[in-house]
């Protein structure tokens, strides 16, 4: 018998929204928004059409992110109130809530 080490790849090509959101270390309400608002494309699957996410649009959308991420950043620079940089290392600079 011949072996195919293709037949069964190391990771599966589609994800629950619970494997998508430890992926993301958020929750699976917060992925199914995700979902529903088109952020991140997923399938319905089956009769109680349980969502699928496959792992290249999560990686797609995580490098979406970042990139996203990068922009804010550029456009929204770290700085005091009057205009100086900060050290963001510094945690007492950070805004509540960060």
């Known amino acids: 018998m011949e072996c ?3 037949a069964m790849p190391d990771s599966p090509r589609f994800l629950t929204l ?4 430890e992926v993301l270390n958020t ?3 917060q992925v199914y928004a995700l979902v ?5 494309p997923a399938i319905k699957i089956g009769g109680r059409g349980q969502w699928r996410v496959e792992a290249e649009q ?19 620079p ?3 109130p009057e205009g100086r940089p900060v050290d963001p290392v510094d ?5 509540p809530g960060d």
Not at 18 to 21: F, N, T
Not at 36 to 40: I, S
Request: proline content about 5%.
């Open 58 to 76: 999560l990686e797609s959308y995580i490098a979406r992110m970042y990139a996203e991420t990068r922009d804010f950043v550029d456009t929204h």
């Open 4 to 6: 195919d080490d293709e």
């Open 18 to 21: 619970a494997d998508a959101a």
């Open 91 to 95: 945690p007492g600079d950070l805004p």
């Open 78 to 80: 770290f700085v005091d």
């Open 36 to 40: 529903r608002r088109g952020d991140l």
């Open 27 to 29: 929750s699976v309400a």
